[in-house]
């Protein structure tokens, strides 16, 4: 992927955002010669996906350097699991949940629907950097199904036709209480 | 919180404790005594139930009722149709959907005044009468909660409560009364099989574990619950995450392990929070850490996340993830009992089996070996969900029949739809047909008719749904949640779902039929894990019940559940239309020609099959075939 300084949180290394995650890093006090100091990766990058909400090249690199293990590594686990990305969320992240129980009470044409709204595919992000649509499976609310999160707040028993209305929400509150979430 | 050093102490604080429950168990009847519980599981947290609780506190300060009236956060009470559920006790009243605003009424009415809410009761579907207590509802009549006998009775966040409802105290009795090798034989008797799916006997797996030396062995709980539409763990989890703890412990002991693992899914917060608070309460009071209650006896506990990857449910893979891997599965043997975790002997149980093993020792393995059928003993949780009218967590015990689960625990089918599948097990499973809602379910009968009990997801479909198109549906979540390591699942499964999206676009053959039975059977056999082996088995097992769908898709290019779009025809019929114009007006593509008070027509070739044409007659003019 290319890094382009000017669109990445991270434009040095002593940025607060850095800071936090090595605090994080630190406390656990990892060995260099310990084999089995690689089994808080995943929490690692957990950590580090909230912090920055996306696991940029640069942020890969400086975990590889802290776990003292190549950056393939990294990338290898990164690109396994769904919940790591490596390119930025929007500041509104739309999640649809694809699960069973959604799926045959009608959450495809939900999906659909806020995809011909925003404009953009699940897993797309809008021009401006502010909505992002992604599918998921299963948050466990099957009672409520089909069930939406919009950044950590949960929308049940959706219909194509509340779409708008629930986003007309975010459209006028612009930017003023939207913080920028990681992935929910 | 004074730390718990002897069982005697254990004992004491159980004494202590006890009367924290006494109101919601009816020990003491006191007349002006209340505790309301208001659920705190994840549905009823989205529907803003801590709101409720806040509300509540409120009044209660208001009215000087401290002390008099309490309210808290409960685990899941099951009922997730109708949360949030609010619970009133002595009185066992159940007040269903309640909003935040409905506080005050509830509290004016039922605590100031004695008077139910007669608005917020739960009605009878069928009876179109209104439920005072839970034990009238037909929900709760058939269920026996082993696993979930805490859910929606004590609050999660507080050990003290868990100890209240006899907590621990089967830990004490396994570490100060029996020797590891006695623990395995009651679990052994007890005849408890794993619940997260392939139903293997517990006690052997750690009879297994246990056997081999090792300085360091360890004790896994899997809660990476990645089936969609199960959310059984995450209600334990979340509703009593100390009896999982417990369990864990017990397990430890047993096969001499020190180091426990809780492997959970990133996308349940709620229950990763609970259980974070579970552990620090449990190591504050002694219970968990160095030398518990006196013995010597030292287990400790980390939570660890999962990152959104299905087949990390699979042991080997999930250990792999635990170790910082990727989730790839390994080829058994070494089975994780002799070599998992680091290389070292390992046992991977699921939340609800763990949840189970408490009970176990304070009950005894003779008693749960009563219940169930004679191979499958216990109870299982399901999920029940999807077209079935009370959405929700049942637990019954194994040899219930699916007609019971679904009719009369489930209230019957939505809308007054008619019954057509229910799919268990996951993507692993199949779909169960009308015919066979009378069969008694356990692990073997479900095998047996092509589907399985997988971690206890029971998806029910109505004749809206389309058979072909949910096998389409489960092999898209199987082509993404591959892990890709071996060819038949990797290759294999992207060439079923081709063919079944082609089935279901209208491009199938017959000979497509063939190709994935043919298909199927090759997966099946050669995978690596789980996962691969049992990928096929929506396929397998609609085809085998549902063939005749198949077949309305490939030769006559039809869905016989309206479902697929793509072979969906809208038309108008010439005697009913008066020519309003309506239609050629909504119409996006603008394929309906016609002017006033003539008959019109849909230009086919056009149609993008949106309905629009059909939302807006009035005369039920356009039909959909």
């Not at chain 2, 013995?295 to 087949?311: C, E």
């Not at chain 2, 969900?385 to 967590?393: C, E, R």
């Not at chain 2, 097990?425 to 169960?432: E, H, K, L, V």
């Given at each position: 992927m290319t890094y382009t300084p000017n669109h990445s949180p991270c434009v040095e290394q002593n940025h607060p955002q850095f800071k936090e995650l090595d605090q994080y890093i630190e406390s656990l006090h990892l060995s260099p010669d310990d084999p089995r100091r690689k089994d808080t990766l995943i929490m690692t990058l957990h950590r580090a996906q909230e912090i920055f909400g996306y696991l940029p090249e640069i942020v890969q690199l400086h975990i590889a350097k802290k776990y003292s293990i190549s950056h393939a590594e990294v990338s290898g686990v990164i690109s396994f699991y769904n919940f790591f990305t490596t390119t930025p969320k929007g500041k509104i992240q739309v999640n649809v949940c694809l699960g069973t129980a959604c799926y045959v009470n009608g959450a495809n044409k939900v999906l659909q629907e806020f995809e011909q709204v925003l404009g953009i595919k699940s897993g797309q992000v809008t021009a401006d950097g502010k909505f992002s649509i992604e599918s998921l499976r299963c948050v466990g609310a099957c009672g409520l199904a089909p069930v939406v999160t919009i950044n950590h707040k949960v929308y049940g028993k959706v219909k194509p036709g509340d779409v708008r209305e629930i986003l007309e929400k975010f459209f006028i509150e612009e930017d003023k209480d939207v913080k920028e979430v990681s992935h929910a | 919180m004074p730390e718990i050093q002897t069982s005697e102490q254990l004992a004491s604080a159980y004494e202590q404790y006890k009367q924290l429950l006494s109101t919601r168990l009816g020990t003491v009847v006191d007349d002006n005594t209340r505790m309301i519980l208001v659920c705190g599981g994840t549905g009823c947290h989205a529907s803003e139930s801590e709101k409720i609780v806040e509300n509540f506190q409120a009044l209660i300060k208001k009215n000087g009722l401290e002390g008099k009236v309490f309210c808290s956060i409960s685990g899941c009470f099951g009922f997730c149709e109708k949360g949030p559920i609010v619970k009133v006790f002595p009185d066992n009243v159940f007040y269903v959907q309640v909003k935040p605003e409905d506080a005050s009424e509830i509290f004016e009415q039922h605590m100031l005044n004695g008077h139910k809410v007669k608005r917020l009761l739960y009605e009878d579907p069928i009876l179109k009468e209104k439920m005072e207590t839970a034990e009238d509802i037909s929900f709760y009549k058939l269920q026996q909660r082993i696993a979930l006998r805490n859910c929606g009775l004590i609050n999660p966040e507080k050990i003290e409560e868990y100890i209240a409802s006899g907590g621990y105290q089967s830990l004490a009795k396994v570490i100060t009364q029996m020797s590891p090798q006695q623990v395995i034989e009651e679990m052994i008797a007890s005849g408890l099989r794993g619940r997260g799916g392939a139903g293997f006997s517990t006690g052997k797996k750690w009879e297994f574990a246990s056997k081999y030396a090792s300085e360091e062995k360890f004790v896994i709980c899997n809660a990476d619950e990645g089936d969609p539409g199960a959310f059984m763990d995450r209600s334990i989890m979340e509703g009593d995450s100390h009896s999982?703890?417990?369990?864990?412990?017990?397990?430890?002991?047993?096969?001499?392990?020190?180091?426990?693992?809780?492997?959970?899914?990133?996308?349940?917060?709620?229950?990763?929070?609970?259980?974070?608070?579970?552990?620090?309460?449990?190591?504050?009071?002694?219970?968990?850490?160095?030398?518990?209650?006196?013995?010597?006896?030292?287990?400790?506990?980390?939570?660890?996340?999962?990152?959104?990857?299905?087949?990390?449910?699979?042991?080997?893979?999930?250990?792999?993830?635990?170790?910082?891997?990727?989730?790839?599965?390994?080829?058994?043997?070494?089975?994780?009992?002799?070599?998992?975790?680091?290389?070292?002997?390992?046992?991977?149980?699921?939340?609800?089996?763990?949840?189970?093993?408490?009970?176990?020792?304070?009950?005894?393995?003779?008693?749960?070996?009563?219940?169930?059928?004679?191979?499958?003993?216990?109870?299982?949780?399901?999920?029940?969900?999807?077209?079935?009218?009370?959405?929700?967590?049942?637990?019954?015990?194994?040899?219930?029949?699916?007609?019971?689960?679904?009719?009369?625990?489930?209230?019957?089918?939505?809308?007054?739809?008619?019954?057509?599948?229910?799919?268990?097990?996951?993507?692993?499973?199949?779909?169960?047909p009308r015919q066979y809602l009378d069969t008694p379910i356990d692990y073997e009968s479900l095998q047996s008719i092509g589907s399985m009990m997988g971690s206890g997801g029971m998806i029910i479909m109505s004749d809206h749904d389309c058979m072909v198109n949910i096998a389409r549906f489960y092999m898209e979540f199987i082509v993404e949640e591959s892990c890709g390591r071996c060819v038949p699942c990797r290759i294999g499964n992207k060439r079923m779902l081709e063919i079944l999206t082609n089935i279901t676009e209208g491009r199938g053959t017959e000979e497509d039929l063939d190709e994935l039975r043919s298909l199927s059977e090759t997966i099946i056999d050669t995978s690596l894990c789980g996962l691969g082996q049992t990928a096929p088995n929506p396929v397998l097992s609609t085809l085998k019940y549902f063939f005749d769908e198949y077949e309305a898709h490939v030769k006559e290019k039809r869905c016989p559940a309206g479902v697929c779009q793509k072979l969906m025809h809208y038309k108008i019929l010439p005697e009913k239309c008066i020519g309003c114009t309506s239609c050629a007006r909504g119409c996006p593509v603008n394929c309906i020609s016609g002017t006033v008070k003539q008959v019109h027509a849909i230009d086919q070739s056009k149609c993008i099959k949106c309905g629009a044409c059909m939302t807006r007659c009035k005369f039920g003019a356009v039909v959909r075939e």
């Open positions: - | 999982v703890i417990e369990g864990m412990m017990i397990a430890g002991y047993a096969i001499g392990a020190q180091q426990g693992y809780v492997y959970i899914r990133a996308e349940y917060p709620l229950a990763v929070k609970r259980l974070e608070i579970a552990i620090r309460q449990a190591r504050a009071m002694g219970l968990l850490g160095k030398n518990i209650l006196g013995t010597g006896f030292n287990f400790d506990i980390a939570i660890r996340l999962g990152a959104g990857a299905f087949v990390c449910g699979e042991e080997t893979a999930l250990i792999h993830s635990l170790q910082g891997l990727r989730g790839e599965p390994a080829t058994k043997p070494p089975f994780p009992a002799e070599s998992g975790l680091w290389a070292k002997p390992t046992i991977v149980n699921n939340v609800e089996t763990l949840a189970n093993v408490p009970v176990i020792f304070q009950r005894g393995a003779e008693w749960f070996n009563s219940i169930g059928t004679k191979t499958s003993k216990g109870t299982k949780v399901f999920a029940l969900a999807g077209k079935v009218n009370n959405v929700g967590l049942v637990e019954v015990p194994m040899g219930t029949t699916l007609r019971e689960i679904i009719y009369d625990i489930g209230g019957g089918i939505k809308d007054g739809a008619e019954f057509k599948a229910a799919q268990t097990g996951g993507p692993s499973g199949g779909c169960i």
